[in-house]
């Protein structure tokens, strides 16, 4: 398992249109992906379970990835937060 810590700096957080865009970039991997924020773990690729999250700006979510495709789903998975988060 890989995760990597990420502090939002979106001034609206995680909002629709990067939160569709975050989905649709998981649903590229076979491994497990989840979101992690205050406890609450969801998955990456359900939409709607992102968006329940509510992450605000300078909150920090946990990005794990579990499974065969790991190493490159992180790496994808940083690349994302980092251009659009």
């Known amino acids: 398992m890989k995760e990597f810590n990420y502090e939002i700096k979106d001034e609206q957080g995680i909002h629709a249109r990067p ?3 975050l989905v649709k970039e998981a649903k590229k991997f076979t491994s497990t992906l989840t979101i992690t924020k205050n406890g609450q773990t969801k998955k990456l690729t359900q939409l709607m379970m992102v ?7 300078g909150e920090v979510v946990t990005i794990q990835a579990d499974g065969e495709d790991e190493e490159a ?6 690349a994302f937060f980092e251009q659009n988060l």
Do not use: C, H, R, T
């Open 19 to 21: 939160a569709g865009l």
């Open 73 to 78: 789903a992180i790496e994808a998975l940083k």
């Open 51 to 57: 968006m329940s999250l509510g992450v605000k700006k």
